[in-house]
Each structure stands twice: as C-alpha cells, then as structure tokens.
C-alpha cells in the first residue's frame, strides 16, 4: 500500500490522472475535501460517509457491505458507530473483486485541530494510520495538507512519497506574479503611486507563506 502526502492545497493534477485510469477500468477513486467553512466536512464522520457513499455508488460488492451495516442498525433507525464504519469501509478495500482503490484526501489542514478529545484532526489521522496498517497492495492514499507539524508527524513516517512545494522558489514566484497581476490590473489601483503597489505586493507576498 502507498500513501502519498503533498504539502500545497490542490490536487486537480492527481485528480486528472486517476480519473484517466478510472476510465479505462484501471482504478476506483474517492475524493474528499475537508472544508473549512463546513463543519460537517471537518471531521471523520463526514468523510467515513463520503467514503463508503462513492464506494457503493460504484460497486454492488460495495453496496451489498453497507446494506449489511444498514440492516444491522435497525434498517437506518439507529445511526451506526464511528467504529462501525470504519469497520465497514475496511471490508470495502479488501474486497479484491475492485481495481486500484485511490483515497484522495484535500486539504487535511482545514480539518479542525481546535477543540474535542480527540479532536477531529486526530481521529482522520488515526484512521489513515489504520488503513495503512493494513497492508493492502490494491489501495492508495494521497493526503495534500499545508505543512503543520502535527500532520507531518503521523503521516511523514507512513509516506511512501512526500513532495512538499510549500518551500519551492518556483511555488513563490508563481504566487508573486500572481499578486503583481491582480495589484497592476485592478482599476482602483490604477492611480496609486508605484511605491504603494509595491508596498502592497511586498506585503502580500510575504504573508502568503508558500500558499
């Protein structure tokens, strides 16, 4: 099994090729994005969900395991454990009659590390410690997270590849022109004297911190 961590908050180019493979029959992808401005979508229940929905949406081996779960829950009167879940979803990547299983997880760091114990953050940090524990051959795992230390301190260990931009020359210049595209074709900048717009793109530049 691999696990795959990027530090830069977008993976439209990973996206891109799995979906490639998935056409071909060559993958089966779940993706999830933690949402800063959705609390639903900061913690582990609304992932394991996410998860288990795709994988039934594309598998009737997926679904007949969740259909199981349901029944066992008083046919969805009772909403089943976190563990339950987990559990669920284990026996859904093990399943071998699947391709190439491709857990794609954006944006780690929007996942709250605030509140709870444990909090949210470090229940999906437990649950990819977990999934990579077990070994499969079929299964692949690709986190991109901004740097925080208590991300890289699970997850560095468990990586078979990790590719931080966060620190790149060319990650910085890219976000440099950006910002002196946007201050030199704004109109209400227009007539701002150059001294100010440089001291904004300085400004800006500086607090962007790689992102």
């Known amino acids: 099994m691999r696990i795959h961590v990027f530090m830069f908050p ?4 990973i996206i891109q090729q799995v979906e490639e493979k998935s056409d071909r029959g060559l993958a089966l992808m779940c993706y999830y994005y933690f949402d800063f401005n959705n609390i639903a ?12 929905s795709q994988l039934c949406a594309k598998s009737d081996h997926c679904y ?3 259909s199981a779960l349901y029944s066992e829950n008083n046919a969805g009167l009772q909403q089943p454990r976190n563990d339950a879940l ?4 284990k026996k859904m990547l093990r399943l071998e009659q699947l391709p190439t299983k491709y857990i794609i997880l954006d944006g780690l760091d929007e996942c709250s590390n605030t509140s709870g114990f444990p909090t949210a953050r470090e229940e999906v940090l437990d649950l990819l410690e977990d999934l990579v524990g077990l070994t499969l051959q079929d299964l692949r795992i690709c986190v991109t997270s901004r740097p925080e230390i208590d991300i890289r301190n699970v997850l560095d260990p468990l990586a078979s590849l990790n ?4 620190d790149e020359a060319g990650q910085k210049q890219d976000i440099l022109d950006y910002i002196k595209n946007v201050v030199y074709s704004d109109r209400r900048m227009a007539r701002w004297r150059p001294e100010d ?6 400004a800006l530049s500086a607090k962007a911190d790689g992102m």
Do not use: A, P, W
């Open 10 to 13: 977008t993976s439209s180019t």
């Open 86 to 89: 987990t559990e669920c979803l």
């Open 163 to 166: 590719t931080s931009l966060h």
């Open 197 to 202: 717009k440089q001291l904004v793109i300085d």
């Open 41 to 52: 979508k900061q913690g582990i229940r609304g992932l394991l969900t996410s998860l288990l």
């Open 64 to 66: 007949h395991i969740l």
